[in-house]
């Protein structure tokens, strides 16, 4: 129950990030943590993922935007370095998934990386649709990156979570 719980409390946060803009991304992953912490976190090596996971979405997403795979609308803040405080959201609470929801899938990492190619650009492409945020055209090519990215950091985020003995043993 706690994994379907996990996923569940994430979609929500994935919508109100998407949505509402960074000051309630921000509102919300807090109380998303706050909430982690405490009905489903039970190590706290679990925030080694975390703080991956939000440094991970700085170098990657960051990057992604000085290259101009991802560009944001007139609308939003200027050209800073960083990806709105909103996606970064979503990078940290991406962390507190392995140890949950993506459980089942411990040492399957030819699985996880598939996952990895197929639901992040699916998810970029609603968040993009949904943000303001302009993915670069030829979309293919930018969905392949972002595939080609996730299909490693998927596997990279369960390897670290097995490293860091971050999962209970029960099932």
């Not at 197929?118 to 930018?142: H, N, R, V, W």
Request: aromatic content about 12%.
């Amino acid at each position: 129950m706690k994994r379907f719980g996990n996923a569940i409390l994430f979609q929500i946060v994935w919508f109100i990030c998407v949505l509402a803009g960074s000051v309630w991304a921000l509102v919300a992953t807090i109380v998303y943590l706050l909430i982690h912490d405490r009905y489903f976190m039970h190590t706290r090596r679990e925030l080694r993922l975390l703080v991956l996971f939000l440094g991970l979405g700085v170098l990657i997403d960051g990057t992604l935007f000085q290259i101009g795979l991802f560009s944001m609308t007139a609308t939003s803040t200027g050209d800073n370095l960083l990806p709105p405080v909103w996606l970064l959201c979503l990078w940290i609470s991406v962390g507190t998934l392995f140890a949950h929801s993506l459980s089942m899938l411990r040492s399957r990492y030819l699985l996880i990386a598939l996952m990895g190619m197929i639901g992040p650009p699916l998810s970029y492409i609603a968040g993009a649709k949904l943000s303001g945020i302009t993915l670069a055209e030829p979309m293919f090519l930018t969905l392949s990156v972002v595939a080609l990215i996730w299909a490693l950091i998927l596997p990279l985020g369960m390897w670290f979570g097995e490293r860091w003995t971050i999962f209970s043993e029960e099932k």
